[in-house]
Structure formats: structure tokens, C-alpha cells
């Protein structure tokens, strides 16, 4: 959306000079040679010729060849997204029959670990859709409640027998990107237990419409607070990652209007603060 408005902007700002130096020299032209009125009605309608052909150019040159190009990868994306659904269906249907003809409970425990694996099969499933789908077109918001999700996200990384985590969570409704709300949750948590040892506590509360997200890691100077929306930036060197979390967290927040505050101490943790206000959804009675 970033670069079809730039696109957009460049391609008007190029019609608006190319059309004021036209109509410039057009009025020079007419006031230093006296021309009637019929002859003026003439050359205005020969600019706006101009104009209308001009801006047809501009729009073949800038947006045809563009458009044309995302017309083609929707279709493939499509495509591989239905045949990829296929098999996703196939397992869920399959693991179904099975849970109503197995009793052992050796051969259940396989099947649970099946479900699991194909749970998220299916959410990579979900992801890849919504990347590809971000990268073509807006997403459109939707309404959801915040304790749901965190439940869900909380509950996906204690399967990984890590962190103990502490939930004070309320239900709260907000309208927002929520595929991208996950994604960013799941970053914040990711990090909390990548800079936290095996035993320490993750903390998650929803108090007066700000979402807190506090662990006991290593950490941050005031120094690494300047720099952890930088893409890359890692303030500590030795862990696992690429760097990009907490600037993707900044991203999503900023376009979904969501305030996020980092409070964090060397060697004490770190709290991140959501403020989903202005996203929250008040019901009137």
C-alpha cells in the first residue's frame, strides 16, 4: 500500500508540473500575440487534449504493466493456496475417523501428537495466506476479544515446557488486524523467553485498555532501548534470531493505531506495554 501511494504521488506530481508549464507557456503564447477568443477556445481545447492523453500515458506506463503482473500472481497464489488446503482438509478428516475407532491409548497419544503437527501445518497455512494477501491488498479488521487471542498464544508456547507464565487478562473487545495482532503478540513472547532463563516468570495482565507483556530477562540499557525498533538491531549478540521482531512489532502497532510503550532495566526484564484504546470496541446498551 506504501508503494502504490508513492507511485500514485510521483505519477501526480509529474502530471501537475507537466500540465502548469503547458498552461504557462499556452497563456505567454496568447498574451503576446493578441489572439481573438475563438482562437483562445481553440488552444484551450487542444491543452486539454493534451492533458487527457498525457495522464493516459502516465497511467499505461505506471500502473498497466503493474497491474497486470499482480492480476497473474493472485492467480497462482490461488492456486497453491487451494492445493495446499487440500491435503491440510485431507489429514483433519482422516485424524477425525481415526479418534472414533482407536481405544488404546498408545495409539492415541500418536494420533494427538498428529493433531498437533497438522494444528500447525495449519496455522503456518493461515500465516502464508494473510502474508501474501497483506502484500497485494489492505486487511480488513475484524472484531475479536484480546483474552481470547493471548490465551490461545500463551497456551501454543507452553506447550514448548519453557517459561511458567502468570495471565491477570480480562475480556476486552478491539477491532484490528488480528492475524497480524497474533503475529506481533507472538514476537513479544518470543522474546521474552529468548532473553529469560528456562524459569522464570512471564507475566500478561489487560488493566483500563493497556495490554502488559512482563519477564524477568536480562534486560536493556537506555542505550538498547534508543535502537530496539531498529530492524536487525539485536542487543544481545549470542541469541538465536535475526533481529527483526521488535521493529515488526513497531510496524503493525503504528498502523493499527495501537500505542506501545518498552520499559526495560539491565539485568531486571523488560515490560511492553499495548494501548489498545483507541482500537476498543465500546457497546452502548
Same mark, same amino acid.
Given at each position: 500500500m506504501l508503494r502504490r501511494s508513492k507511485e500514485l504521488f510521483l505519477? +501526480?506530481? /509529474?502530471?501537475?508540473? %507537466?500540465?502548469t508549464v503547458l498552461l504557462m507557456a499556452v497563456y505567454r503564447f496568447l498574451e503576446n500575440w493578441h489572439l481573438s477568443e475563438f482562437n483562445f477556445f481553440i488552444a484551450g481545447a487542444l491543452v486539454l487534449l493534451v492533458a487527457v492523453g498525457w495522464g493516459y /500515458?502516465? %497511467? *499505461? +506506463? !505506471?500502473? *498497466?504493466?503493474?497491474q497486470q503482473i499482480e492480476d497473474t500472481l493472485t492467480m497462482i497464489t490461488n492456486d497453491i493456496i487451494h492445493e495446499l488446503n487440500i491435503p491440510l482438509s485431507t489429514i483433519e478428516a482422516n485424524t477425525s475417523m481415526l479418534h472414533k475407532s482407536l481405544t488404546d491409548e498408545k495409539s492415541l497419544k500418536r494420533l494427538k501428537r498428529i493433531d498437533d503437527a497438522s494444528m500447525r501445518l495449519k496455522r503456518l497455512y493461515d500465516e502464508l495466506v494473510y502474508s501474501i494477501k497483506k502484500e497485494m491488498h489492505e486487511i480488513e479488521k475484524e472484531c475479536f476479544d484480546v483474552k481470547k487471542v493471548v490465551e490461545e498464544r500463551v497456551s501454543f508456547f507452553k506447550e514448548q515446557k519453557r517459561n511458567p507464565f502468570a495471565l491477570e487478562v480480562t475480556s476486552y473487545e478491539i477491532k484490528a488486524d488480528k492475524i497480524g495482532f497474533e503475529q506481533m503478540l507472538d514476537n513479544i513472547l518470543s522474546n521474552a523467553m529468548k532473553y529469560s532463563t528456562k524459569d #522464570?516468570? !512471564?507475566? +500478561? #495482565? +489487560?488493566?483500563e485498555g493497556t495490554l502488559s507483556i512482563k519477564d524477568q530477562g536480562i534486560g536493556m540499557s537506555t542505550t538498547e532501548l534508543l535502537r530496539i525498533h531498529e530492524r536487525y538491531f539485536k542487543g544481545d549478540e549470542s541469541s538465536q534470531g535475526e533481529g527483526i521482531g521488535l521493529a515488526l512489532v513497531k510496524t503493525y502497532c503504528d498502523g493499527e493505531n495501537i500505542g506501545i510503550d518498552i520499559q526495560s532495566e539491565k539485568n531486571v526484564g523488560t515490560r511492553v506495554s499495548l494501548d489498545l484504546l483507541k482500537v476498543h470496541i465500546k457497546f452502548t446498551s
Open positions: 505519477a +501526480l506530481l /509529474i502530471y501537475v508540473i %507537466t500540465m /500515458i502516465l %497511467t *499505461a +506506463l !505506471i500502473f *498497466a504493466p503493474k #522464570s516468570l !512471564i507475566s +500478561l #495482565s +489487560l488493566h
